[in-house]
């Protein structure tokens, strides 16, 4: 079955980086992701890994993937302020056709970013 | 462009009462997912449709919840003799032809009094 883990709390300094992990039990994952959320707003995509891909950069965010260990992880260099939120990890399979079907998320990880 | 959208922001109704949740898609898009957020967990798959068709419902807790799209563009999940559990935030979002990448609006709270 499908299950997506995160810790819960990550604190950090300004300009320090963060890395927040993830694991998750379903070895048939396609893609998988990471969401922000902001309090009041609606879940943000920052960036996606497919499965057989080690590493993806965008700027000042990295995700690392070990298919082997089922470990999936978000640095967030040079930590801002702004980037306190709620991390979702998520993944998904391929459902046929032209779709992903569903995401299955993590609990989330709170991210406190202090001056 | 404007991005998924959601209506009402926020539904508060009485136990018993049927409410009706409103999801407008990015347009164009082929997919459209619904999911349900409890406080301080990450949101539940509930169903999904391409185009019209509702590919899967197997997220849906029981028989109350019903879901359509019956012409491919606007959903509308539909919760009958709503309970204090079904309080909670209901998420949104629709995804491109051939794409993985779902786009969220910005959510329904709903509470049950």
């Known amino acids: 079955g499908e299950d997506v883990e995160q810790s819960l709390f990550l604190s950090v300094r300004e300009g320090d980086s963060s890395v927040i992990n993830c694991t998750y039990t379903?070895?048939?994952?396609?893609?998988l992701y990471w969401y922000k959320q902001e309090p009041g707003a609606g879940l943000q995509l920052l960036t996606y890994i497919f499965s057989n891909m080690d590493m993806k950069q965008d700027q000042r965010l990295t995700v690392l993937l070990n298919k082997k260990d089922k470990h999936l992880s978000l640095r967030i260099a040079d930590t801002q302020t702004g980037d306190s939120a709620i991390y979702f990890c998520?993944?998904?399979?391929?459902?046929?056709?032209?779709?992903?079907?569903?995401?299955?998320f993590g609990q989330g990880t709170i991210l406190t970013v202090h001056p | 462009g404007a991005g998924v959208s959601q209506s009402p922001r926020y539904k508060v109704t009485k136990r018993g009462q049927d409410v009706a949740l409103r999801c407008d898609p990015i347009s164009g898009h082929v997919s459209l997912y619904w999911y349900r957020q409890a406080l301080g967990q990450g949101p539940e798959f509930l169903t999904y449709?391409?185009?019209?068709?509702?590919?899967?419902k197997s997220g849906l807790p029981n028989d109350r919840f019903s879901a359509e799209r019956p012409e491919g563009s606007i959903s509308t999940l539909t919760i009958q003799r709503t309970e204090q559990r079904d309080s909670a935030m209901y998420r949104c979002a629709s995804s491109p032809r051939r794409a993985y990448e779902q786009f969220f609006g910005p959510g329904t709270r709903l509470t049950v009094l």
């Open positions: 449709f391409n185009y019209e068709a509702q590919q899967d």
């Open positions: 379903d070895s048939s994952s396609t893609y």
């Open positions: 998520a993944e998904s399979m391929y459902a046929g056709g032209t779709s992903y079907g569903k995401l299955t």
